[in-house]
């Protein structure tokens, strides 16, 4: 089944430690998001890649990066997690404003 | 400014209860809402509503647009303690940042036996 796909499912990183998320999906769509939701909060845009173009949302941190090497993945990568960065990461596809989907998450724990 | 507003933000109810949700936005350009359910991982796709005055339907889950009130909702009859979950509402508009999802703070939904 086409899907979008999240690894690792639950990661633990130490204070400043650098971490990637991974996200990886099948539907051929042209833009990929990453969205961070806190416990409890609505999920937030962190930034989007439209095809290869990345957009940054304006109050993303500088701590987060991304990385689209190709349609099918795309990378979250943060510099140094602080422990207010422990949160749901949330990738998702889509083909222009339609057929949103999310993958299944990645629980990160800051220690 | 919130321009997704839910309401109620929690919701305590016992099984067999029917439920309304509530969902009003304030966007330029609106292009679509979507309702999705959220238990402990991803969010689950649910309805997506472009016309107004048209009913969804998926089982014991119902939803439907007010352009004009500029709202939405979604309804659960019957509720099974399955129910229990967040329900989020998130729209789409035109123009600048438009191919994000704009979320509310979600309804928190508790189904008691």
């Known amino acids: 089944d086409a899907m979008v796909i999240q690894n690792p499912r639950y990661q633990v990183t130490q204070f400043g430690k650098p971490v990637t998320l991974s996200c990886s999906q099948t539907?051929?769509?042209?833009?990929m998001y990453w969205y961070q939701q806190k416990s409890s909060q609505a999920p937030k845009l962190l930034f989007h890649?439209?095809?290869?173009?990345?957009?940054n949302e304006a109050d993303t941190p500088d701590n987060f990066q991304s990385r689209r090497p190709n349609t099918s993945f795309c990378f979250l990568d943060i510099r140094s997690p602080g422990l207010g960065d422990a949160a749901m990461y949330l990738c998702?596809?889509?083909?222009?404003?339609?057929?949103?989907?999310f993958g299944s998450g990645t629980r990160l724990t800051v220690v | 400014e919130d321009k997704v507003v839910q309401s109620p933000l929690s919701l305590v109810v016992h099984e067999g209860d029917t439920v309304t949700l509530n969902c009003s936005y304030e966007v330029t350009n609106f292009r679509s809402l979507l309702w999705y359910k959220q238990e402990k991982k991803a969010p689950t796709f649910l309805f997506m509503l472009?016309?107004?005055?048209i009913e969804k339907k998926s089982g014991r889950l119902s939803s439907i647009l007010d352009k004009k009130e500029l709202s939405s909702i979604l309804n659960i009859t019957a509720t099974q303690t399955g129910d229990s979950a967040i329900y989020l509402c998130?729209?789409?508009?035109?123009?600048?940042?438009?191919?994000?999802?704009?979320f509310g703070k979600g309804t928190k939904l508790s189904v008691i036996p």
């Open positions: 998130a729209v789409t508009y035109s123009g600048a940042g438009s191919y994000q999802l704009t």
């Open positions: 472009t016309s107004s005055g």
């Open positions: 890649y439209y095809d290869k173009d990345f957009n």
């Open positions: 539907l051929n769509h042209n833009v």
């Open positions: 998702a596809t889509s083909r222009g404003r339609n057929g949103y989907t």
